[in-house]
């Protein structure tokens, strides 16, 4: 009798668990973020994944059976977002069909969207804040809500009611809201198959990667309110305003990280890291400025039970020494460009690492060449465990065969 799809649920997720927490576990585990590259396998465009769940689901499922990853990636929530953004006419993101080719990625639309003197109103109450004017500038559909009074103003019979609701009697604002109530519907769609992929999954004997989102509260600073630019001016010209949004940022960031672990009943919290990486801010800017929110992010999910899983895009090489400065054995770090045999040496006795295999040679390179690479991670990363084989990035653009020569080699090569 063979080995039952439990049996390899508890198999899988156990390799994975001992490698987080820096025991040695039988063999080296492989997970990948799988990315676009499931379409492009299957022969798909992105926009046709994106609007279509049908053809996101088979996509992602035939890759998982293929190559047996340790755990899989639920693919909906970052993916299936085409009707969503068009119903929202979202200004943030350029993606298929709406700015981009049919088969390139999404490209991200850098602005201030918060302005250098709004930093007071943004720290005095968020919430109004984004509802009047951060969501009108990145929903174009929901421009009318910039009308909006403050609805803090809207107390009781006589404070605020009489002459409160007025805003929402003008057309472009009867608009907004039916158009709030079909991106609920869009919502909806996207966590029902999101639910029921985790269950086909488990069923099947896939543990899933990650069961939360949460990102450090300066890129969430940088990234979708001040912008590159914006927030690296602010370092120089109001540090003190960077601080204090912050730490406004941190209890949400937490939270949006306990609310998706609870939702989902997975610990894994994936948190992508952009600018805190060596060529963005100088040593003393990151200690001041990124590290401190983050680590304080970590260090309450940990508390909480739960695992950050922080990816740190770019080169973090110089952050090494810094970076450890959390409990042992209660996180996974995955890295793209940083010099990974260095972040063994300095992270091997206290974090577990993951990733590292160049998307370069993935996608241009020759199977014996990913093979090579491959062993040499497994001899010196892999040691005495710790280390989990994934690539730099998201697979996009890698050679099936490529992909293959990485997952034969960790299966036959990887084991302790």
């Not at 959390?326 to 006795?349: N, Q, R, S, W």
């Not at 050679?399 to 997952?407: K, Q, W």
Request: hydrophobic content about 40%; aromatic content about 12%.
């Amino acid at each position: 009798m063979g080995t039952t799809p439990q049996e390899l649920y508890a198999e899988r997720e156990k390799r994975v668990l001992d490698t987080l927490a820096l025991k040695k576990p039988d063999r080296v585990p492989i997970l990948v973020m799988a990315s676009w590259y499931p379409a492009k396998r299957a022969g798909m465009t992105i926009e046709e994944v994106m609007y279509d769940p049908e053809k996101l689901w088979k996509s992602q499922w035939d890759c998982m059976i293929e190559l047996e990853p340790d755990m899989d990636q639920n693919p909906f929530g970052l993916r299936l977002l085409g009707p969503i953004l068009e119903t929202l006419d979202f200004r943030q993101l350029k993606w298929p069909g709406h700015g981009v080719a049919p088969n390139l990625s999404y490209q991200f639309v850098e602005g201030e969207y918060m302005k250098a003197d709004e930093y007071d109103r943004f720290l005095e109450d968020p919430t109004d804040f984004m509802l009047r004017l951060y969501w009108p500038r990145v929903f174009g559909a929901l421009k009318a809500f910039e009308k909006l009074p403050p609805l803090r103003n809207i107390i009781t019979y006589a404070v605020g009611t009489p002459f409160g609701f007025g805003a929402f009697n003008a057309p472009d604002m009867r608009e907004a809201l039916e158009t709030l109530m079909k991106a609920g519907e869009r919502s909806a769609v996207i966590a029902d198959y999101t639910r029921r992929y985790s269950e086909k999954t488990r069923e099947a004997g896939f543990p899933l990667q990650f069961g939360a989102f949460s990102q450090a509260p300066f890129d969430i600073l940088s990234d979708y309110f001040r912008g590159m630019k914006g927030s690296m001016l602010d370092m120089y010209r109001r540090p003190d305003k960077v601080l204090k949004a912050c730490e406004k940022i941190l209890p949400f960031a937490i939270e949006m990280a306990r609310g998706g672990a609870k939702m989902s009943g997975n610990p894994r919290v994936f948190i992508p890291l952009h600018k805190g990486l060596d060529g963005f801010m100088s040593q003393d800017q990151f200690d001041r400025f990124f590290w401190p929110t983050l680590r304080e992010l970590m260090v309450t999910l940990i508390n909480d039970g739960l695992t950050p899983c922080p990816l740190w895009e770019g080169n973090c090489t110089s952050r090494l020494e810094a970076i450890k400065d959390i409990p042992a054995g209660k996180a996974m770090y995955a890295f793209e460009a940083t010099d990974i045999f260095k972040a063994k040496e300095v992270l091997g006795d206290r974090i577990c690492i993951r990733g590292n295999v160049p998307l370069s040679l993935l996608a241009t390179g020759k199977p014996e060449d990913v093979t090579a690479y491959c062993k040499k991670l497994i001899d010196a990363v892999g040691k005495e465990g710790g280390y989990i084989m994934d690539a730099s990035a998201g697979l996009d653009d890698a050679r099936e065969e490529n992909v293959a020569a990485m997952f034969k080699i960790t299966k036959e090569y990887g084991i302790y």
